[in-house]
């Protein structure tokens, strides 16, 4: 009795040791990405745009949410989606126009960050025109208020539950950046594209950010590339044998035989810039230097993406983010700091010696109220990472003293800034 | 599980102890034995092998090489350390017609302990006796290899444990020659590897 009582606690230790559950969220729908926007002309979105009331559906996404339509370019082909943020548990629904049904129908799904909680969403836009609801046409009168009514999924069940969302304001329009990390978000948050991939900088508008932070590294051969971490790992790659510092591979050898979790190649910097003026609307990227080294190459890319955008009529800021006394170093060693701009991780006194336009402290220094202060009065911007703690997240943008928060979830930054008023 | 074997090896003790002297405090003996084997492995983990790669090859089996020095005590729980060589697996193929070849193999430093199966039934004479089962964890130094466009040799490191079962048949007074089947396992780098050994055990001192 005592023998067996010893094996089975034996089996059953082997089992909860071996039972690690390997956690994915597919996305549940599959989008047509026709160029357009389907029934939606311009006037149309620009009326959707706003903070809605959630008449139904509320125990899921909360009492309010935040619908903003935004783009990616393609050549002369502009695509059209439709962002709802919401407050709860970082959930946001990435959605286009169908253009199947005669009426202003939006299909897509919805995903919640904190959780593996996801499924498909069908809206129809209608308006509420003297107590009755009916198709809307492009003809808002005054008095006329608009509903988004249809229905939402959980997960893969087949039954779907009713949403229904009603305009109460416009959007909140002041000035605000929202950064998403790591070129948009995590690979740990499962997210449909790998961290620092053109895929995730392609969808980060649509996470709500207006501009990204990426982090850049070298290869042996001196490619400067995006890649957070200092070795080749499961966390960030697919399995593939290679390990080791990413210093220590050329980009030949990466492009050939690294793929990122979501299978896409580790991309050059210069390949990010290029999406992020010719692809988006983003208007701003933090390049985080992840490297020891000489900084010329990075400046040399920063330079000449700057112009490009420039010439692409776009306002693009790309800032070198130094976020520690090596990068600083590597800073101060160039021989031409002219049309440079930096972002100062470091404390006030560095930032001000520097003389960089935008400081930008850690969250867990707190709000830093006075410092904050002053160097907004000294014309900098101020910025705050890595911020991802909703009650935060409302707070430091309810008290408006900061320019920007960089955080994993974007969709909860945005869905607070554009509800704030 | 090790509390497991260290029940177990409690239990066993209490019934061979129990008509002894209860008065008779005398230890020992106590032997260090040195284990050296090598032999076969398959590695049973996912190959992750890059989509660009044409015309690949993949070879699963390896010879592992390992050596173990154990603390044989008066009691039935053994204790020691673990190390060794082993390839995991290696892959080759062609990239645009060039060459490519990757091979990856793991340096295991692990914490081990062993017991007879003694408990089971039977006398220290028993047959049983030679039958033992070895359970470890530690650190694996995980190695890969790459050629092409240049080389690249890399090291990381991961958690990760071991069981295994032996037969040891003695061939004299110090030496004992062992069959073991072995399961490691580098959970980090999610490299697991079934094997077979020979081994040569030397009883290198008592005392």
């Known amino acids: 009795m005592k023998l067996t009582s010893y094996i089975v606690t034996g089996l059953l ?50 009492e309010q949410v935040a619908l903003k339509w935004t783009y990616t370019v393609n050549g002369s082909d502009t695509t059209h989606y439709l962002s709802i943020f919401t407050g709860a548990d970082a959930a946001f629904f990435s959605m286009e126009g169908s253009s199947q049904t005669d009426s202003l129908v939006v299909k897509g799904f919805w995903r919640k960050l904190v959780n593996t909680e996801n499924g498909l969403s069908r809206l129809t836009l209608k308006v509420k025109r003297n107590n009755e609801m009916r198709a809307y046409t492009d003809d808002l009168s005054l008095g006329d ?94 399995k593939n044998g290679l390990a080791g510092p990413i210093e220590d591979y050329t980009y030949q050898q990466l492009s050939a035989l690294v793929r990122l979790i979501n299978g896409e190649k580790i991309p050059t910097l210069e390949e990010a810039l290029e999406t992020v003026i010719s692809n988006t609307s983003l208007d701003f990227v933090w390049l985080d230097t992840k490297y020891i080294g000489p900084m010329d190459k990075m400046q040399a890319i920063q330079q000449k993406y700057r112009q490009k955008a420039l010439l692409a009529r776009r306002n693009v800021r790309i800032v070198i983010g130094l976020p520690t006394t090596d990068a600083l170093e590597s800073y101060e060693a160039l021989s031409d700091k002219a049309n440079t701009p930096v972002l100062c991780e470091l404390d006030t006194a560095i930032t001000r010696r520097l003389n960089a336009r935008i400081w930008a402290p850690r969250w867990t220094l707190g709000p830093q109220t006075e410092e904050v202060k002053a160097m907004k009065a000294e014309g900098r911007t101020v910025f705050v990472w890595t911020l991802d703690e909703a009650e935060f997240i409302r707070q430091f943008v309810d008290e408006n003293s900061f320019d920007g928060i960089l955080s994993n979830y974007s969709p909860l930054v945005a869905y607070y800034h554009y509800v704030r008023q | ?146 050629n092409y466009a240049g080389t690249v040799a890399a090291n990381t490191s991961s958690l990760g444990w071991m069981v295994s079962g032996s037969y040891t048949q003695p061939i004299s007074r110090q030496l004992r020659v062992a069959g073991e089947l072995k399961w490691f396992d580098a959970v980090a780098a999610e490299n697991a590897a079934f094997m077979a050994e020979i081994q040569l055990v030397w009883r290198a001192f008592s005392w």
């Open chain 1, 13 to 62: 230790l082997s089992l909860f040791l071996g039972c690690g559950r390997n956690y994915e969220v597919p996305v549940p729908y599959k989008f047509d990405n026709t160029p357009g926007s389907g029934r939606f002309t311009s006037s149309i979105r620009r009326a959707m745009e706003g903070v809605y009331g959630v008449t139904t559906g509320s125990g899921q996404f909360g």
């Open chain 1, 145 to 238: 208020t608009l509903v988004l009514n249809g229905t939402y999924g959980e997960q893969t069940a087949d039954s779907f539950q009713p949403l229904t969302l009603t305009y109460r304001r416009p959007l909140n329009k002041s000035p605000f950046a929202i950064l998403a990390h790591r070129g948009g978000g995590r690979t740990s948050d499962l997210l449909p594209a790998s961290e620092n991939s053109l895929d995730i900088i392609k969808l980060a508008s649509r996470l709500g950010a207006t501009g990204v932070e990426i982090d850049v590294r070298y290869t042996k051969d001196g490619v400067p590339i995006l890649y957070h971490d200092n070795t080749l790992n499961l966390r960030l790659i697919q």
């Open chain 2, 1 to 146: 599980m090790f509390l497991c074997l260290y029940s177990l090896s409690t239990y066993g003790q209490q019934v061979e102890l129990a008509p002894a002297d209860s008065l008779d405090t005398k230890r020992g003996p106590y032997t260090i034995v040195v284990t050296a084997g090598g032999g076969l492995s398959y590695f049973s983990s996912r190959i992750g092998v890059p989509p660009s790669l044409e015309q690949t090859r993949i070879n699963r089996f390896g010879i592992p090489a390992s050596l173990r020095v154990m603390w044989y005590p008066d009691h039935r729980l053994r204790v020691g350390i673990e190390t060794g060589w082993m390839t995991m697996y290696s892959y080759r193929g062609q990239v645009d017609s060039e060459p490519v070849r990757v091979r990856v193999s793991t340096i295991p430093i692990l914490l081990v302990f062993s017991m007879p199966l003694a408990w089971l039934r039977g006398t220290d004479r028993s047959l049983v006796r030679r039958l033992s089962v070895t359970a470890g964890t530690g650190a694996f130094l995980n190695q890969s290899r790459l």
